[in-house]
């Protein structure tokens, strides 16, 4: 492929978990790739192995702010956001305004440039779900104003923009929901159940597990994901749609696979469930399977183990 004829991808939040692996895939498929990103959350070592690739750019860059790249841009995808409880919870203010005013100001570059725009909802929109699976015509069950409304509610602000900008300006838009997602890049420290559980079983505490256990997670390996989203952005597709892996577990379970895959000697111990914490959690993907032709192909065992050999060189 000539370079001219390469088309140009944006990503935000592009050096994060989620940010650096479609960095990746886009480089792979022959894109030229912008990266940006305040690294508040993200890290540059997602990121270091693109540098000096002609075809990828970093920009440090807080997207609240008034945001501008030279030259043209086809494809935008919105991924900046703290996404961890523990994340969000100490960035509250920020994670609300990358959310709202992030997502104008990218919403305006896209139109700008005539850019297809998609933006990185989440599972969290639909809260505390009364319905399960969850379906993407599910309208959620939130509070506004809980330690975790700060994530949800900039989620639901954002689809409505997006979906505003469609409307009002005509805009190409896609809306991906992402349920819980894992696989190497994660951050130890950020407070999710798999960094958490997998560091203590390498280093031996004792593993914590909130509430009794029995609230569930469907995990989705990061490559199937991707390979979800990449497919979403090309689809025609406006409407949301569910990425995420149905394999549906208890975190008690959950935490006594990795115990077994890491054959740690630790033990369970149990603490605190937080506030508002959804009691269960599985996408119905059979919109991405009938549109997209998408599903999960890695298994949850194969999954763990390459993440967990990425965290033995971390702890
Ligand atoms: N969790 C846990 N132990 C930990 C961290 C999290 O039991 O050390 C639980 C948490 O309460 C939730 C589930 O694991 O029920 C998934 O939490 P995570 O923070 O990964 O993401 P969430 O799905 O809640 O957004």
Known sequence: MNIQQKKTVLITGGSGFLGSHLCDRFIAEGYKVIAMDNLITGNPDNIA??????????????????????????????????????????????????????????????????????CASTSEVYGDPLIHPQTEDYWGNVNPIGFRGVYDEAKRFMEAMTMAYHRYHGLETRIVRIFNTYGPRMRLNDGRVLPALVGQALTGQPMTVFGDGSQTRSFCYVSDLVDGIYRLLLSNETQPVNIGNPAEITILEFAKEIQKHIQTESEIVFKPLPEDDPKVRQPDITKARELLGWEPKVNRAEGLKTTIDFFRDKV
């Open 49 to 118: 192995h693109l540098m000096g690739n002609d075809n990828f750019r970093f920009i440090k860059h807080d997207v609240t702010e008034f945001t501008w790249v030279t030259g043209e841009l086809d494809y935008i995808l919105h991924f900046a956001s703290p996404a961890s409880p523990i994340d969000y919870l100490k960035l509250p203010i920020q994670t609300l305004k990358v959310g709202a005013m992030g997502t104008h100001k990218i919403l305006g570059l896209a139109k700008e440039k005539k850019a297809r725009f998609l």
